[in-house]
């Protein structure tokens, strides 16, 4: 017997209209402008960056922001168990 369930398991976690990784871009980049930048501009570039990510990212697929940052090599970003592969050595008497 199926039941109905209220929650949906598979969506994205969303604020607003960006997924939660973009926000969280977003923020750090406010965070790191203030020390740099005063908090008129770093909150202009903040909501540049937000602007920016719901055009570009219109039409695209949820997560895609997270695996281009996954593609570039994004400083200090790895996805989650994803390893880079190994060389094994053959040899018969290995």
Same mark, same amino acid.
């Given at each position: 017997? &199926? =039941? =109905?369930?209220?929650?949906? *398991?598979?969506? $994205?976690?969303?604020?607003?209209?960006?997924?939660?990784?973009?926000?969280?871009? @977003?923020?750090?980049?406010?965070?790191?402008?203030? *020390?740099?930048?005063?908090?008129?501009?770093?909150?202009?570039?903040? %909501?540049?960056?937000?602007?920016?990510? !719901?055009?570009?990212? =219109?039409?695209?697929? @949820?997560?895609?922001?997270?695996? &281009?940052?996954?593609?570039?090599? *994004? +400083? *200090?970003?790895?996805? $989650? %168990?994803?390893?880079?592969?190994? +060389?094994? $050595? !053959?040899?018969?008497?290995?």
């Amino acid at each position: 017997m &199926w =039941k =109905k369930c209220r929650s949906v *398991f598979d969506e $994205p976690v969303m604020i607003l209209v960006w997924e939660w990784e973009e926000v969280g871009l @977003a923020f750090g980049v406010f965070l790191v402008g203030q *020390f740099l930048f005063g908090p008129v501009v770093s909150t202009g570039i903040a %909501g540049v960056i937000l602007g920016a990510t !719901y055009f570009l990212k =219109k039409g695209q697929p @949820a997560g895609a922001v997270v695996h &281009w940052m996954h593609r570039v090599r *994004f +400083p *200090f970003f790895r996805l $989650p %168990g994803v390893l880079p592969a190994q +060389p094994h $050595p !053959y040899g018969p008497w290995r």
